[in-house]
């Protein structure tokens, strides 16, 4: 079994719809281990309902937050503290994909950030990419903070439009592997999700 941890520059960046197309493209099992809020329609709900092959499992999150915070106010406002040692790797056979909340550096107790997590699980990176000002910045910020802990960054997934100059500047400093683009779908539906494999490469 093979693990690969998705995660982003920042919030609203479309993790959610990309672990969509990976998962029905490649038909790799689902897990996000922390969910912070929205609980009747979560993330693995959403990604439930837009992937359409019969191998793909969805497994059960290790933390269910009442909340739509950062990970460390939902908890404490649940009146928990979120412990690395209880999120585990899911058992199977087959190839998995974990998504995770917002970027790098979201906490999730007063010690520990999303890197922390992505470190003990021990899987390489996917970083989802959305054009905006300061996408560069954040870009960028987000590979030296995996650089300077040794996690390997498998690759990047542009989501959304194009940006020729954003996209220059991140590979030129980066040298980052591309592995595909997600183009903008005005609706989600396993159809789309399903043609927008067609501009994703191989992630393992």
Same mark, same amino acid.
């Given at each position: 079994?093979?693990?690969?941890?998705?995660?982003?520059?920042?919030?609203?960046?479309?993790?959610?719809?990309?672990?969509?197309?990976?998962? $029905?493209? %490649? /038909?790799?099992?689902?897990?996000?281990?922390?969910? +912070?809020?929205?609980?009747?329609?979560?993330?693995?709900?959403?990604?439930?309902?837009?992937?359409?092959?019969?191998?793909? /499992?969805?497994?059960?999150?290790?933390?269910? @937050? +009442?909340?739509?915070?950062?990970?460390? /106010?939902?908890?404490?406002?649940?009146?928990? $503290?979120?412990?690395?040692?209880?999120?585990?790797?899911?058992?199977?056979?087959?190839?998995?994909? =974990? $998504?995770? *909340?917002?970027?790098?550096?979201?906490?999730?107790?007063?010690?520990?950030?999303?890197?922390?997590?992505?470190?003990?699980?021990?899987?390489?990176?996917?970083?989802?990419?959305?054009?905006? @000002?300061?996408?560069?910045?954040?870009?960028?910020? +987000?590979?030296? #903070? @995996?650089?300077?802990?040794?996690?390997?960054?498998?690759?990047?997934? %542009?989501?959304?439009?194009?940006?020729?100059?954003?996209?220059? *500047? =991140?590979?030129?400093?980066?040298? #980052?592997?591309?592995?595909?683009?997600?183009?903008?779908?005005?609706?989600?539906?396993?159809?789309?999700?399903?043609? *927008?494999?067609?501009?994703? +490469? *191989?992630?393992?």
């Amino acid at each position: 079994m093979k693990a690969v941890f998705i995660t982003g520059i920042g919030t609203e960046v479309g993790k959610t719809v990309t672990s969509a197309v990976l998962v $029905e493209k %490649f /038909k790799i099992d689902y897990w996000k281990p922390i969910q +912070s809020g929205d609980l009747d329609n979560s993330d693995t709900d959403k990604v439930k309902r837009l992937v359409s092959n019969n191998e793909s /499992k969805f497994h059960s999150e290790a933390y269910r @937050l +009442s909340q739509p915070f950062s990970p460390h /106010k939902s908890a404490a406002l649940d009146g928990i $503290e979120i412990s690395l040692s209880q999120i585990t790797i899911p058992p199977t056979k087959n190839d998995l994909l =974990i $998504e995770g *909340a917002g970027g790098l550096m979201v906490p999730l107790n007063d010690q520990h950030y999303i890197i922390d997590l992505i470190q003990r699980l021990e899987t390489e990176v996917i970083l989802v990419i959305r054009h905006y @000002l300061g996408s560069i910045n954040h870009t960028l910020l +987000s590979i030296d #903070a @995996l650089k300077s802990r040794d996690i390997s960054l498998r690759g990047i997934i %542009f989501n959304g439009a194009s940006d020729e100059y954003s996209e220059k *500047a =991140i590979l030129n400093y980066s040298g #980052a592997r591309v592995l595909g683009r997600i183009p903008d779908m005005e609706v989600l539906t396993p159809e789309t999700i399903t043609a *927008a494999g067609r501009g994703i +490469s *191989a992630i393992f």
